[in-house]
């Protein structure tokens, strides 16, 4: 009888073990989030994601960090996007630039009933129009950038300037007027960013008219010559004419501002983040610089900065979407934006939280707002990565006299037209 009771229980835990063999259920909802790591990334995100949990206690964030370096980004998602596996993406961080790519492609859900009309109002009209494509809302925007021009105030007002330029014309007759009457070998007009990389095509981006589209409107297949040509040879002509050093070709962003905040050039175009370090006690030009909009193509014309920043977007087959929606919700909320500014330093995307409570010492405020108003997107199109290096290469090769300005315009134009037959012959348009 015993004997039978102890197989009895032996089969009983038996059967049990195999009623509840492998891991307990999740109790959780679980959102994979994926995004750029910034220093202070850390400790900035846990204690939004521990706000969420209050919040959505059923819900839980994991949060991914990707190298800080878009290129990478970007072909990491390529990579996993098209592939959703267990932990796969619900929830990305997606540069300005990337959302027409992945809208066009699929792997993106519609956004635009996450939030009512009126909250869409507040964020800056360039970042709602970067993540729209087709007329519906693919990106909610997380923070938004902009080119700016950095001033040597002290030079300025040395040499009877009182304000920043508000042309690029006048810009080179300031430069050239400092740069002759200082007669110092080692100061140079004006430094920008024109290596062959994304920060070549924001540059020339801001050297066009406010307004006029880059491509034809003909199927998006030619390239707008009429506009473009005359600025190229504009910006080459800073290099001829001396206000701009043969290194600007070899320079991006933080080598600019080496050069600049070194006291060795009067202008240069630069993004907001650089507003602090000029700042520093050991910067050669603290307290001696004007941010501003940079200057316009012509008189009672707005100058205008390249949109940057960043969207964010949801996988269109993540298994948890309502999940997803809040965490994006969340991050779109004002408070949220708040926190990205003082802690991380990113530019609120609404309206209202830039206008209100700023961190200390910020980039002067009223600036901002002009330059995120007025601040132009790169064309949204699936074509434009491709478009992109293509342009890059080009435009550097005419700066640096590789190539003529007409050839170089015309091999722009033939290397649109020949990635729009692709696009098309994959689409069957």
Not at 53 to 67: D, E, F, M, S, T
Not at 338 to 360: E, F, M, N, Q, Y
Not at 380 to 395: D, G, V
Request: net charge positive; with cysteine; aromatic share 10%.
């Amino acid at each position: 009888m015993v004997r039978l009771r102890i197989v009895f229980m032996f089969l009983l835990l038996a059967v049990t073990g195999c009623l509840f063999s492998g891991p307990p259920p999740e109790p959780y909802t679980t959102v994979h989030y994926y995004q750029f790591s910034l220093p202070g990334f850390n400790a900035t995100f846990d204690p939004l994601v521990e706000q969420f949990h209050r919040l959505y206690p059923k819900y839980r964030i994991r949060v991914h960090a990707l190298p800080t370096g878009t290129d990478d980004q970007h072909q990491f998602y390529l990579t996993h996007l098209k592939t959703r596996g267990p932990g796969g993406i619900d929830v990305l961080a997606l540069d300005v630039i990337w959302m027409a790519e992945f809208a066009r492609a699929g792997l993106l859900a519609p956004l635009t009933d996450l939030l009512p009309p009126e909250k869409w109002s507040d964020f800056f009209p360039a970042s709602v129009q970067a993540g729209t494509f087709g007329e519906k809302h693919y990106g909610v925007p997380l923070f938004v950038d902009g080119g700016v021009l950095y001033s040597r105030k002290d030079l300025l007002q040395k040499h009877g300037f009182d304000r920043p330029p508000a042309t690029w014309s006048e810009l080179v007759s300031m430069a050239k007027t400092i740069m002759r009457v200082e007669s110092n070998e080692r100061l140079y007009g004006f430094v920008w960013q024109a290596r062959q990389y994304e920060g070549l095509i924001c540059n020339f981006t801001e050297f066009l008219p406010r307004g006029q589209p880059w491509l034809l409107p003909q199927g998006g297949g030619r390239l707008n010559r009429a506009l473009i040509e005359p600025r190229l040879r504009f910006m080459r002509s800073l290099l001829t004419d001396g206000v701009s050093p043969p290194s600007v070709l070899a320079m991006a962003e933080e080598s600019s501002r080496h050069v600049f905040q070194n006291g060795q050039a009067v202008f240069m175009r630069n993004w907001p983040y650089a507003w602090r370090l000029l700042q520093q006690a050991d910067s050669s030009v603290a307290g001696k610089v004007w941010m501003s909009s940079l200057p316009a193509v012509a008189a009672g014309e707005t100058g205008h900065g390249t949109l940057g920043g960043f969207l964010l977007g949801m996988h269109r087959d993540t298994p948890v979407a309502d999940a997803a929606r809040a965490w994006i919700a969340f991050l779109a909320r004002p408070e949220v934006q708040r926190t990205l500014w003082h802690k991380l330093g990113l530019i609120p995307a609404r309206k209202s939280v830039l206008r209100s409570d700023p961190p200390p010492d910020p980039p002067p405020v009223n600036v901002l707002f002009e330059v995120m108003t007025h601040a132009v997107p790169r064309p949204a199109t699936p074509l434009y990565m491709p478009l992109s290096q293509s342009m890059q290469a080009y435009l550097s090769g005419g700066l640096g006299k590789v190539y003529s300005i007409d050839e170089a315009m015309r091999l722009m134009d033939a290397d649109l037209q020949r990635l729009t037959r692709v696009l098309n012959d994959k689409t069957g348009a």
